[in-house]
């Protein structure tokens, strides 16, 4: 059983580029959620989509936009990118019918680094 | 806003115990602890649910005062692998989104 892929694992961008980052949940789940995590810091949530529209968002600007495919799995798109957006970008699946606080699944994350 | 975690850092030895705190300012649906090897994933620990609800791991425990919205996990006997990053996360509603707000960690070595 396969768990949360994420790709590409590592990527340089330069100010002012784009980025796409990809996920696939765990086989089963149908909820995917984004966290950024910066060096020595907790993960930052971003936003989850699932039945493929974004449900929930974090303190996060537009220039970060996301996108789920009928399949589950989800991209982010970052726009216009800054130095500060330098970090570590976590996918994360669970099932939204858990019926409870359920635990999320997390990927290893894409670290990405602009210069 | 981000709940607080303490201490920042923690060093023990195999077979010692260890306390690491989370403390929120909101009032808090439930509190989820994660930990994070150099270079992994966070890894799902514990669940606490409001109502005293509680699901994890075999060997870690925790406690959630709801009262005063802190936690607490309770590492004991603690071994070699128990050495990661700690991040205790926390909700402030019960939706079905799990919409976690995460402290900045617990850096916990375990030497031998």
């Known amino acids: 059983d396969a768990g949360v892929t994420q790709s590409p694992t590592h990527l340089i961008k330069t100010r002012g580029q784009q980025v796409t980052l990809r996920c696939s949940p765990k086989?089963?789940?149908?909820?995917v959620s984004w966290y950024q995590q910066a060096l020595g810091q907790g993960p930052q949530f971003i936003f989850q989509y699932y039945e493929e529209e974004e449900r929930q968002r974090g303190n996060f600007p537009d220039r970060f936009s996301g996108h789920q495919f009928p399949n589950y799995s989800s991209e982010l798109n970052v726009n216009a990118l800054l130095l500060g957006d330098s970090a570590l970008y976590l996918c994360a699946s669970s099932h939204r019918t858990s019926g409870y606080t359920g635990e999320l699944f997390f990927g290893e994350g894409s670290r990405l680094t602009v210069l | 806003q981000q709940p607080v975690q303490s201490p920042q850092a923690v060093i023990l030895r195999e077979g010692e115990d260890a306390v690491i705190n989370c403390s929120s300012s909101k009032a808090l649906y439930s509190v989820h602890w994660y930990r994070q090897k150099h270079g992994e994933a966070p890894v799902f620990l514990m669940i606490?649910?409001?109502?005293?609800e509680q699901k994890g791991h075999e060997k870690i425990s925790a406690s959630f005062n709801e009262k005063k919205q802190q936690s607490s996990l309770y590492l004991t006997a603690s071994q070699l692998s128990y050495s990661g990053t700690y991040f205790c996360g926390t909700e402030i509603s019960s939706g079905s989104a799990r919409q976690l707000t995460f402290g900045s960690g617990t850096q916990l070595t375990v030497l031998p």
């Open positions: 606490l649910l409001k109502g005293g």
């Open positions: 086989s089963g789940h149908d909820t």
